[in-house]
């Protein structure tokens, strides 16, 4: 399987909404609602924002929030704030060889 | 509070071997599954591998099958990964990540450890 496709980079100003979308395919987004997203600050470990297509772990800010349709899933961040500038991959459970895949990521830029 | 901290990582020639640790603490270890997944430098994340609770189910990424095992000792609140035949595209930073409220997930991270293959 490939990697999931997201657009390499996305910006918006403080208080503006942003979407990144992860395409897929009909063995891995288009067959399962197990897509995850995932936050990467420079040198720190990744961190689980939404799983499950669109539920938040414990903790993480409602102006995350996701979506799926298709083969495609959606990541939409609300009322940007400087520390939401980071990485973000898209990640689904596909099944067969690999089960799970990832995006290529994301590069969120807050103007 | 969930604990993971990876260890063992460093630099090994082509076609050497290493072995990755990752001590879990927080948490009764035994009753989740378990993954490593790299991040070559500046690149992206990949899946690596993936084990069950009780060790009895594994899978692997294609490009490490037959060189990479993947293990545990629930006694000990530990996950191991064995890496053989090193390659340069090995290097990375190797995760342990262990799954949350959805078996599918990856919720909880340790800080990583570097990887370096080269000669």
Not at chain 1, 4 to 27: D, F, R
Not at chain 1, 54 to 70: A, I, L
Request: aromatic share 12%; charged share 15%; glycine share 12%.
């Amino acid at each position: 399987q490939s990697a999931l496709t997201q657009p390499a980079s996305v910006s918006g100003s403080p208080g503006q909404s942003i979407t990144i979308s992860c395409t897929g395919t009909s063995s891995d987004l288009g067959s399962y609602n197990l897509v995850s997203w995932y936050q990467q600050h420079p040198g720190k470990a990744p961190k689980l924002m939404i799983y499950e297509v669109n539920k938040r772990p414990s903790g993480v800010s409602n102006r995350f929030s996701g979506s799926k349709s298709g083969h495609t899933a959606s990541l939409t961040i609300s009322g940007l704030q400087a520390e939401d500038e980071a990485d973000y991959y898209c990640c689904s459970y596909g099944g067969s060889s690999p089960p799970w895949v990832f995006g290529g990521g994301t590069k969120l830029t807050v103007l | 509070e969930v604990q993971l901290v990876e260890s063992g990582g460093g630099l090994v020639q082509p076609g050497g071997s290493l072995r990755l640790s990752c001590a879990a603490s927080g948490f009764t270890f035994s009753s989740y599954e378990m993954h490593w997944v790299r991040q070559a430098p500046g690149k992206g994340l990949e899946w690596v591998s993936y084990i069950s609770g009780s060790g009895t189910t594994i899978y692997y990424t294609d490009s490490v099958k037959g060189r990479f095992t993947i293990s545990r000792d629930n006694a000990k609140n530990s996950l191991y990964l064995q890496m053989n035949s090193l390659r340069a595209e090995d290097t990375a930073i190797y995760y342990c990540a262990r799954v949350g409220n959805s078996a599918y997930d990856f919720h909880y991270w340790g800080q990583g450890t570097l990887v370096t293959v080269s000669s």
